[in-house]
């Protein structure tokens, strides 16, 4: 990660970050310069992680399962991906020409 980010864009605050669970992370430079990831403060009014993959979930027309949330970022996103071909999900497909 080092050889991707620069200092300064970390000082000021040109990066976006966020764990596991969509919460959002503040990064730091620490001595040697290497980016140390902690937990921001979430603002108020900030959309919730959950309701968020519901929504991606819903544009998707696949259903969420509670215990699917759970699931970290990447695995949630492929579960979402993967129930688009699922019976009884209706697929369309935009054909161009």
Request: hydrophobic residues 40%; aromatic residues 6%; negative net charge.
């Amino acid at each position: 990660m080092q050889s991707y980010l620069e200092r300064i864009d970390i000082d000021n605050n040109e990066y976006s970050a966020r764990d596991a669970a969509g919460h959002p992370l503040t990064l730091l430079v620490e001595e040697p310069v290497w980016p140390k990831p902690i937990r921001a403060p979430v603002p108020a009014g900030a959309p919730n992680p959950s309701d968020s993959w519901r929504r991606f979930a819903h544009l998707r027309e696949a259903s969420l399962k509670n215990q699917e949330l759970a699931l970290a970022a990447l695995a949630l996103y492929e579960a979402i991906i993967l129930k688009r071909g699922e019976p009884g999900a209706s697929c369309m497909r935009v054909v161009g020409g």
